[in-house]
């Protein structure tokens, strides 16, 4: 598996490519990643009694993807279309 900052990167070049504004994809980023941080802060806090052996690291690495792909959404949300067609 890839790392996040592999993860990270690799959507972030793909975003820019189609042609969304830095500043924005910079912001989609951080919100990715805050966004699975905070799910699985939320669910290691609900799960602890259930399963102690949860690691919030490996899974904010399992709910990463899913918000790297909405990111695009989370970008056109605010206005932002791409500038390039490919």
């Known amino acids: 598996m890839a790392s996040r ?3 990270i990167s690799s959507r972030k070049k793909e975003l820019l490519d189609k042609g969304f ?3 924005i994809v910079n912001k989609s980023m951080e919100w990715a990643l805050g966004s699975a941080e905070g ?3 939320y669910v290691t806090k609900h799960a602890a009694d259930d399963n ?3 690691s919030l690291d490996k899974l904010t690495n ?3 993807p899913q918000y790297l792909t909405d ?3 989370w970008i056109r949300s605010f206005g932002h279309e ?3 067609s490919k």
Do not use: S
Request: proline share 14%.
């Open 39 to 41: 799910m699985a802060r």
């Open 52 to 54: 102690p052996g949860v």
């Open 82 to 84: 791409p500038k390039l």
């Open 71 to 73: 990111a695009e959404t």
């Open 21 to 23: 504004p830095r500043g």
């Open 5 to 7: 900052t592999e993860l």
């Open 62 to 64: 399992q709910f990463l």
